[in-house]
């Protein structure tokens, strides 16, 4: 597993914190916002993008994600998740869940309480465990591979 200490821990905490204005809820009034931590210590916030058609939304996880891989970053070690809530913590959905498992399943997903240091801290794989990954695909494309050089 990565490892992460407790000041990049706050400091992505405060980074995501610092976020949140740029959220542009105008229906759930919800914002929410995350700092991803890639592997070379570059750090790529998000913010949640809601849209009149909801399904066009997009989370604050996946915004970061997406700038980070269009940026050329491929390896992630942290994520701090944060919202307005102010005692509890805001957990990323199923579909950031499945996003962020594409990208390795030690990732560590910090879930950040907006009014104080309280955290939580777990792995992808904690939070979606027996996920679909890359890894499933491997025996399939052997499969096709082996059935077109037949």
Same mark, same amino acid.
């Given at each position: 597993m990565m490892m992460i200490t407790k000041e990049e821990i706050l400091n992505l905490i405060q980074i995501a914190r610092n976020s949140l204005v740029?959220?542009? @809820?105008?229906?759930?009034?919800?914002? %929410?916002?995350?700092? #991803? #931590?890639?592997?070379?210590? $570059?750090?790529? $916030?998000? @913010?949640?993008?809601?849209? /009149? /058609?909801y399904f !066009? *939304?997009?989370?604050?996880?996946?915004?970061?994600? %997406?700038?980070?891989? *269009? *940026? !050329?970053?491929?390896?992630?070690?942290?994520?701090?998740? $944060? *919202?307005? #809530?102010?005692?509890?913590?805001?957990a990323p959905c199923g579909n950031c869940r499945q996003f962020m498992v594409e990208f390795g399943k030690d990732l560590i997903v910090i879930l950040a309480n907006h009014n104080n240091d309280e955290y939580k801290q777990y792995t992808i794989n904690d939070l979606l465990p027996h996920s679909f990954g890359p890894e499933n695909l491997t025996d399939y494309y052997k499969l096709i591979a082996k059935s077109s050089s037949s």
């Open positions: 740029y959220s542009y @809820c105008p229906y759930s009034h919800f914002p %929410v916002a995350c700092a #991803l #931590l890639c592997h070379d210590d $570059t750090i790529y $916030t998000g @913010c949640n993008v809601e849209n /009149a /058609a !066009g *939304s997009i989370c604050a996880e996946r915004t970061a994600i %997406v700038k980070a891989v *269009s *940026s !050329g970053h491929r390896k992630f070690r942290a994520i701090a998740i $944060t *919202s307005n #809530l102010m005692n509890d913590i805001c």
